[in-house]
Structures are given as C-alpha cells and as structure tokens.
C-alpha cells in the first residue's frame, strides 16, 4: 500500500485543518487506517484510529472532542479533520496503514506509513 498524506500547513489557535490519506495498491477496505504525530524532539504519538468500514473509531486523549478521523472507501482515503487547533498539536502527521479488520492503536502495529504532512500552530 502507498500512502500520500496532504492538508497540512500554518494555522493560528484555534483554527482548523483537514488532512487526507490518500491510498494505492491494494484494496483500501482490507486496511485498518490510523494518525500519528511527531513533534520535533519527540516520539511518534497515536492520534487517531479507524476500522476498515470506519464503524469504529478511537482517539488518543489530548484530541478527544477536537479531531475527527474518518474514510471513504470509495475513494481510498482516510481523513484526520482537526477543529481548535492548540499550539501543542504543532507536528508532522502520519497516516499509517494495518492489513485488519479491527481499528489498531499500537504504531508497530502497522506495516505501511505515508511521508508526513507537516502542521504548525502558531498564537
């Protein structure tokens, strides 16, 4: 699977975001999707989880009531939409792909990885 993640950029607190992942190579709705963000510095975190229908969703805690993952198996792509953005979601976002049915939380888990898509939150 090929992963082209897109949407980042510059936005000010409290602003919003849409990423998207797009996906290539193989059948899109076998793959469980997730997010993850590296802030410089630091290590790669969970952000968010979806199921291969999108049924199932889950989020890491920092983002819970502010981000929204979801996907289009139509159209191979899954979604990190991101509402009040704070200074501390300032990263490079991953999107990242696991051959299961089950949405999966643990990054080793997962076998293929976009190129990151950088965003930065400025007050």
């Known amino acids: 699977v090929q992963l082209q993640a897109s949407g980042g950029g510059s936005v000010q607190v409290g602003g919003s975001l849409r990423l998207s992942c797009s996906a290539s190579?193989?059948?899109?709705?076998?793959?469980?999707m997730g997010w993850f963000q590296q802030a410089p510095g630091k290590e790669r975190d969970f952000v968010a989880a979806i199921n291969w229908s999108g049924g199932s969703t889950y989020y890491a805690d920092s983002v819970k009531g502010r981000f929204t993952i979801s996907r289009d198996n139509a159209k191979n792509t899954v979604y990190l939409q991101m509402n009040s953005l704070k200074p501390e979601d300032t990263a490079v976002y991953y999107c990242?792909?696991?051959?299961?049915?089950?949405?999966?939380?643990?990054?080793?888990?997962?076998?293929?990885w976009g190129q990151g898509t950088l965003v930065t939150v400025s007050s």
């Open positions: 990242a792909a696991v051959r299961s049915k089950i949405l999966i939380v643990n990054g080793d888990m997962y076998e293929y």
């Open positions: 190579g193989r059948t899109f709705s076998n793959y469980a």
